[in-house]
């Protein structure tokens, strides 16, 4: 087919044109949204390493999109603030210190997540160079476009957070093994051992999804009659050594060579602080309920509320592809997906889809597959069914701009607060808008049970915010609260008293995570909405 043939030609530089397209889209949200729950605390460890070449801070995360993140601001020339850092939950004042430096909050905030931007291009690469190299030029320029539409990955490529660097060397060290496992040569091993070390200082989720991924694809491999595998890993472990070795000394590196009686200290301290974190568990909300410990079908609810349905059909006709076994080695970006996914479903901290964000790499991959094998089948209802999806899914995306972080498909109707919160919906990114919209009312004062670490009668142009916050009786005026603090966390409320937010209607819905309430003194009214 013709426009088959067009992606195979010039299928690199469609690639690099789906990848600014996609750059513009998320540089363009920086100053429309405020920073997010997470994101001072990754800009202030961050900045640590840089301007005091230590990493003593929270150390759950690994420093490699930190320092990335903080990049911006330091060659700006904002340094640490010196803010009481004594604990995990100093560490986000520390962090908002640094993004109001200088009274430059909107260009500073911008900085920062500029730095997780090139984590953005290394994940569609990877997917473009994993398609190419297995399925051809046509389907890696799909995959990409897959993959850069979706509105998940758009929303956490433009934060400063974790997650978009777990995204791209995740899927970077699993691309890698697979060459290394073809071609064992020296540069195929340490380029396996430099992607794997780097996916680790993304994110801790590494050392749990890349040997997921790997055994679900041992898993497959024997489960369909294949025979050598062991004898040909027993060949190769000599390079496996060298794979290892490398990756460990690129930790080590990105721990400024520490040590203290063990290499990189922060790492094991960082290892044992999430593995604790898991088996006390987190407070998470899926459809209505609240559990301490998360639910185990968080993921794929969310991946199903999500997900653009197109993407979510085409990926399902591309698992059809591999049982079928019409495409060869389309098994192996389904195990990856899969990999990822069973890891993520077996933990206890569920408060957002972005924790599992690299099964969207083999979504998009398994998709191309399926629109490519469509396109081959030369019958005009596949030909048009292509096409509805395709417009479809880039109408999604382009329509959910630029809230690509609260973007839900048609599956969770119009509460999606009664779906998911936290990080999915509301992860305090509409402070901005909220500030607005009250003083478009002439608000004079408001009661807001304050989520987020900020100044926001100062920095954020809030009207006088009153306290106490009363969560038991509706009190008169303006009362603001977001999704998800009004339904995951009910701070300073037993768990068996109810609140009465969950009995009085909103008066409306201010961007697309935040509510606003009004009672007038003395009466039920509400002011008029805009």
């Known amino acids: 087919m013709g426009a088959l043939k067009f992606l195979e030609r010039r299928g690199a530089l469609l690639a690099v044109l789906l990848t600014i397209v996609g750059s513009a889209r998320i540089v363009s949200t920086y100053t429309v949204f405020d920073h997010t729950f997470d994101e001072p605390m990754h800009v202030a460890c961050g ?19 930190r320092v990335a993140a903080a990049l911006g601001p330091y060659l700006s020339g904002i ?77 956490h490529a433009g934060l400063a957070t974790t997650d978009m660097a777990l995204t791209a060397f995740l899927g970077a060290a699993f691309l890698a093994g697979l060459v290394w496992v073809e071609r064992p040569g020296v540069l195929t091993t340490v380029g396996f051992g430099v ?13 749990v999804f890349l040997p997921a991924a790997v055994v679900v694809v041992f898993v497959w491999y024997w489960a369909t009659g294949a025979t050598g595998l062991g004898k040909a890993m027993r060949l190769r472990l000599p390079s496996f050594g060298l794979a290892v070795l490398t990756g460990a000394l690129v930790i080590w590196a990105g721990y400024r060579f520490s040590y203290a009686g063990v290499p990189a200290p922060e790492l094991f301290a960082g290892i044992g602080d999430v593995l604790q974190h898991n088996n006390r568990g987190h407070w998470a909300y ?74 969207y790499m083999g979504m998009a991959l398994l998709g191309a597959a399926a629109v490519v094998k469509l396109l081959e089948n030369r019958r005009r209802a ?55 919209r009250l003083h478009e009312l002439g608000a004079k004062q408001v009661m807001f049970p304050q989520f987020i670490v900020a100044d926001l009668e100062k920095e954020h142009g809030f009207p006088h915010l009153e306290q106490p916050v009363d969560l038991v009786h509706q009190p008169d005026g303006y009362f603001l609260a977001g999704a998800t603090f009004w339904k995951a966390y009910h701070l300073g409320v037993p768990e068996d008293q109810p609140i009465w937010l969950d009995r009085v209607p909103p008066t409306e819905r201010i961007g697309k995570g935040m509510f606003l309430w009004y009672r007038a003194p003395g009466a039920s009214t509400a002011p008029p909405s805009r």
């Open 47 to 65: 900045m640590q390493w840089l301007d005091k070449g230590a990493y003593t801070g929270e150390p759950q995360h690994p420093p490699l999109a």
């Open 79 to 155: 340094r640490s603030q010196g803010i009481g850092t004594r604990d995990i939950y100093t560490w986000p004042r520390e962090g908002i210190a640094i993004l109001y430096s200088g009274g430059h909050y909107e260009r500073t905030l911008a900085l920062a997540r500029l730095g997780i931007l090139p984590f953005f291009w290394i994940a569609c690469a990877v997917v473009y160079l994993w398609g190419a190299r297995y399925f051809g030029r046509a389907p890696a320029v799909i995959a990409v476009f897959l993959f850069s539409f979706t509105p998940a990955v758009l929303a």
């Open 195 to 207: 992607c794997t070390g780097l996916a680790v200082l993304s994110k801790f989720t590494a050392l």
């Open 286 to 359: 899926l459809l209505g309920a609240r559990s301490p410990l998360g639910f185990w079908y968080f993921y794929p609810v969310a991946l199903a509320v999500k997900t653009p349905l197109p993407l979510v059909a085409l990926a399902a006709f591309g698992v059809v592809l591999v049982f079928r076994k019409a495409v060869p080695r389309l098994w192996i970006p389904l195990c990856f997906a899969a990999g990822v996914l069973q890891a993520g479903m077996l933990g206890h901290i569920n408060i957002g889809i972005r924790h599992v964000l690299p099964v």
């Open 382 to 436: 596949a030909a048009g069914t292509v096409v509805v999806l395709l417009a479809c899914f880039a109408g999604s995306s382009v329509a959910s701009h630029p809230d690509y972080l609260a973007y839900f498909n048609v599956l969770a109707g119009s509460h999606p607060e009664n779906v998911l919160v936290d990080s999915d919906l509301d992860w305090g990114q509409d402070i901005k808008r909220a500030a607005a």
